[in-house]
């Protein structure tokens, strides 16, 4: 049993999620998101950039600004 100070575990691993206007859902349990421009990982905590149309996440401006100039995949 947990103390109300204690954290659940973290999974380890990249996370799927599903991204809607301003917030995103959970779908399976990890500890990052990959950046669909660059490929790096981004830890959920510093997400703040991605797209809802082609559900992908960005790790920088610099990287939404690369997907927009190439436009769709």
């Known amino acids: 049993m947990m103390n109300r100070f204690e954290r659940k575990p973290v999974p380890q691993g990249e996370a799927k999620l599903e991204y809607l206007d301003g917030d995103y859902r959970v779908v399976q ?23 809802v149309d082609l559900q992908e996440a960005y790790s920088s401006t610099d990287a939404v600004l690369t997907r927009l100039k190439k436009g769709r995949p």
């Open 29 to 51: 349990p990890g500890a990052f998101v990959r950046c669909a421009i660059t490929g790096e990982p981004i830890p959920l905590e510093e997400l703040r950039y991605w797209s």
